[in-house]
T-cell receptor, first 110, second 115 residues
Framework: EDQVTQSPEALRLQEGESSSLNCSYTVSGLRGLFWYRQDPGKGPEFLFTLYSAGEEKEKERLKATLTKKESFLHITAPKPEDSATYLC???????????FGGGTRVLVKP | DADVTQTPRNRITKTGKRIMLECSQT?????MYWYRQDPGLGLRLIYYSFDVKDINKGEISDGYSVSRQAQAKFSLSLESAIPNQTALYFC??????????????FGSGTRLTVV
């Protein structure tokens, strides 16, 4: 069974204090690993897809990396507007089910 | 207009009542999904559909049913609502085949409370 575990559950940062979120996964063949951002009362918003170990993607202050067992979402010099819950999900090579982790709630204080 | 629209946004219903949550999309995607989100548990798949004639159960389909009325419409029903179905429900779409590199597109959710 595919599993995704995100850590930490919650993260409080000062503005400008860089940090990383972890997503550990087990999947029977990886088709893709997805990162989403979710604001309170809204649906998840797509950030990145990573397909193979060693791949990296960047968007503004966010950078996602992938190994064979985990993915990291690095937040560089965060701003209060980066406060959100960040979700990680994996899609297996066979089958159609997307498995989500529990998310990391990030709060960036000014 | 949003790419994926869910109605209602919020609903309070009584135990035992039948309720329908609706989803429509303008993405032109074939694949549509219903997910449930509970605090700390992430999103769990209830049902998914690849086209009007193809409906599949997800990991937590008990107590739910769905209808794919058209390519753009996918509704979720709770035949007899119970309190542990209180949750945030999301509809999502994805391009079929080898596409979908952008991942899934989610609606804004329906917050359902069963009292």
């Amino acid at each position: 069974e595919d599993q995704v575990t995100q850590s930490p559950e919650a993260l409080r940062l000062q503005e400008g204090e860089s940090s990383s979120l972890n997503c550990s996964y087990t999947v029977s063949g990886l088709r893709g690993l997805f990162w989403y951002r979710q604001d309170p009362g809204k649906g998840p918003e797509f950030l990145f897809t990573l397909y193979s170990a060693g791949e990296e993607k960047e968007k503004e202050r966010l950078k996602a990396t992938l190994t064979k067992k985990e993915s990291f979402l690095h937040i560089t010099a965060p701003k209060p507007e980066d406060s959100a819950t960040y979700l990680c999900a994996v899609a297996p090579a066979a089958g159609n089910k997307l498995t989500f982790g529990g998310g990391t709630r990030v709060l960036v204080k000014p | 207009d949003a790419d994926v629209t869910q109605t209602p946004r919020n609903r309070i219903t009584k135990t035992g009542k039948r309720i329908m949550l609706e989803c429509s999309q303008t993405k032109g995607h074939d694949r549509m999904y219903w997910y449930r989100q509970d605090p700390g548990l992430g999103l769990r798949l209830i049902y998914y559909s690849f086209d009007v004639k193809d409906i599949n159960k997800g990991e937590i389909s008990d107590g739910y049913s769905v209808s794919r009325q058209a390519q753009a419409k996918f509704s979720l029903s709770l035949e007899s609502a119970i309190p542990n179905q209180t949750a945030l429900y999301f509809c999502a779409t994805r391009e079929g085949g080898t596409g979908g590199a952008e991942g899934y597109t989610f609606g804004s959710g329906t917050r359902l409370t069963v009292v």
